[in-house]
Every structure is written in structure tokens, then in C-alpha cells.
């Protein structure tokens, strides 16, 4: 258990934020601590980023990291909506010092076969031999491409929610105060008589000078990031699940069932179901992880089908469902095999 003992300036002081690089980070835990099912398709996309681009810090990270992800990767939000450039350079500035002390975690406190002092993983070993600031700059680097593969082209959907989510919560607090607003955030999070208790397996108490809520479509459950250095400054950030279909829509494409997918084919299926509102080739591609000249292809199919119709939209071209292409997509809609 979490406890974090908040006195009323520091409850005033309280503010909710949306960190894009914190829902970058977060995927980069192992597959044992994701979240639920709605969540799932965008850890299914970071780890085929992981896979097929050339990240090998993060990669690392990720698969040999024992559960842990430096926090410098997801720096505190120093405003309620920063962009990921400012995140990035916050990333890219972090002090080579700290760098280096949150590397050194996973060869001194991440055990492996009952021991500790494991081996780092082999990029890890090289970036750091080169200093702290070259490793911030090459993680900044990674996190900017790892955002633009898995993250950019969903992101203004996703904060969408998460700032729906701010929006709900500021009607709780408008309605039933602070105490309101904490007990409803999520079961794991309580909060009684100046003290906001959070499930964990670790146990930490401490009094803050306040409090950053950052929800989360990626996070597992709550969780709490503190500074770690003694007479450290940062305040602690409270991470929040979001949940709901509005979550597993903005994240993902959404699936085709598996009756069209039988006839058109998986693509093809997932390219007319995505295109329940116009996009364009570029978009579909970044979506589902294709060629422009793939989504082309199979485009050009669906349109000489009936299927989807296109027009100029500015510079780009526009696919969008036609009604018998709505029709073969709705859920009224079953194939007999």
C-alpha cells in the first residue's frame, strides 16, 4: 500500500495532466502487467513496432527490463497537456547522473534466477559506456521514432478520452470535492482524512507537497511514480486507468468479424471496417501497419468491388464506405459458409 499524506495547500495545489510520452512508456512494461482486453490492441501495435524497427534501447527495455522502465522515459508533466516535442526534450535533457543511477537499477536491483547483479542487456552496456547525455539523446531519439510508428497517428483520438476523462473529474470535484473526486477514480485508489491510500505491492508513506493525476488508457492499474533522490523535488504522479468501449475505439482500429474477414480476406475486412469515417491511404497504412502500396492495392479492390468510394480532398484522396459497403460491414450482416 501507497500512502501519500496531503495537507490542504497541498491539496489545492493538486492538478490533473496528459502525458503522451507516459502512455508511450508504459508499453514498454512486459505483457504480464498489461492492462485489460480494451487496451490491448495498442500494446499489440508498440511491440510490432518493437519488433520490426530499429529501437534497440527500448527493445531492451522492454524484453530484459524485468518490469522496470527508467522514469526519465516519462518525465513528470510540467503543464496540464504537454506535447510530446516538449516531453522529448525534457527526455533529452534529463541529467546524465540520473541516467545513469536509473540504468544502474537493472543490474543492481532486478534479480534474475534468485541473484542480483545481472548482466545489463548488451545496447544498454554500449549507450552507457558512452555517458549519461549520450544515452538521453539516444532514448529521446528512440521514444521520437517509437511515438511517430505506434502513437502519432491515434493520438488525437486518445487524448480525446483522456481529456473527457479530466472533464468528468473536474464535474465530481465541482460537485462532491476532493474527497469525491479521489474515492472515484478508481477501487485501488482511496482517500481518508488527508491521506490517499493506493493498492500496491510496495510499501511507501509519505507526506507531498501535492499531487498529479495523469490518466491513462495503457496502465494496468493505479500507480504512483515518486522521485527517489533524498529531499527529492518532484511531486508524485497518480496514474489512473481509463476504461471503456470509447477507449478500445480510439485506440485501435476496430476488428472485423471473422464471418467478412472469411470472405474478403483479413485485410481487406480490416480496411472496410476501418473505414467507418474517410481516410486517406497514408492514414490506413499508419493504422494497420502496411505499405501505402499494400492499402492501395486492396483499396483498388474494394472500389472496383462497390465496396468504398474515394474523393480528392485537398492534396489527398479519401476512401470511404459506400452504402453496400456499409451494408457488408454493419453487424446485421452474417455470411453463410
Sequence with gaps: MIELTVDAAGLARSRFAVSPLHEAAATLLPWGLRPGPEADPWFARARRVLRRARLPLLTELALDGGGYVPDFLSPHPSGPSPTPEEELERVRATAPERVLGELEVL?????????????????????MARGGAYVARQAADEMRRYWDLAFAPHWEAAKAVLDAEVDRCAGVLARHGAAGLFNSLH????????T??????????????LVVVVPSLVAAGPGVAVDPTRGGRRPPMLVCPVRGRAVAESIAPAAPSAEMARLLGPTRAG???????????????????????????????????????????????????????????????TYMP
Design 271 to 333: 480496411l472496410l471496417t476501418a473505414l467507418a469515417q474517410p481516410a486517406s491511404t497514408t492514414q490506413l497504412a499508419a493504422r494497420h501497419f502496411l505499405s501505402p502500396a499494400t492499402v492501395s492495392y486492396h483499396l483498388g479492390v474494394l472500389h472496383r468491388a462497390g465496396l468504398v468510394a474515394r474523393a480528392r480532398s485537398d492534396r489527398s484522396v479519401l476512401y470511404r464506405r459506400t452504402p453496400e459497403g456499409s451494408r457488408l460491414a454493419g453487424n446485421g450482416w
Design 196 to 209: 490517499l491510500y493506493v493498492d500496491s505491492r510496495f510499501t511507501i508513506a509519505l507526506p507531498v507537497p
Design 107 to 127: 543490474r543492481d536491483g532486478r534479480p534474475r534466477n534468485g541473484l542480483t547483479g545481472a548482466e545489463l542487456p548488451s545496447a544498454v552496456q554500449r549507450a
Design 187 to 194: 477501487p485501488g485508489i482511496r482517500w481518508d482524512d488527508g
